[in-house]
């Protein structure tokens, strides 16, 4: 096996997959993260699922945040679970500007929790629009954002990149380790007839 697959690859990819309730504002905060861009009324429902991108530079390090938009309508929920598939962090977003704020945390922390332990955390959304009650945040990180606003949009997803960048070069160096060892213990006998490597 070639000891230079991971040394010749620069791109270390992150999955980012993002849930919540229908019209909780999952789309324009990845609109305004990707493109700095909002419009209120230029959103479509999210059918199914929308993938994007984008590349951040870091410490002489490239990362490639794989955002994953998934669908919030009740229909689309039995879905989910495979989006969930090898998430390194997924953040669940519900409406600041709607009076059910704990159903919403409540009911999207018990499905993540039926299938997987990964990182996760808790997005406020429309906090332009927030209506003042009560928000048990589980003891989970936490953000109240605005895309409107652009408030603290880059920063969840700096949140994202800072919880798993770390491991994932840990893991990109410990499997460079791994692959090189063949290598450093192959020994030459010699068994009298013919040389064995």
Known sequence: MNSNIFQNSEIISLKCVIIGDANSGKTSLINRYINSYFNQFDIAPTIGSS???KTIHRNNK??????WDTAGQERYRSLMPMYYRKADIIFICFDLSSTNCS???EYWLSEVNKFL???IILVGTKSDMKIEQKIDTKNLDYFETSAKLAQNVTEM???CLNETCDTKVQYKTSMEIVLQEPQETQETKNCGICTIQ
């Open 103 to 105: 159903r919403q945390i």
């Open 62 to 67: 490239t990362y490639r945040i794989d955002i």
């Open 157 to 159: 997803f700096d949140r």
């Open 51 to 53: 993938f994007s991108h």
């Open 117 to 119: 332990t990964t990182k």
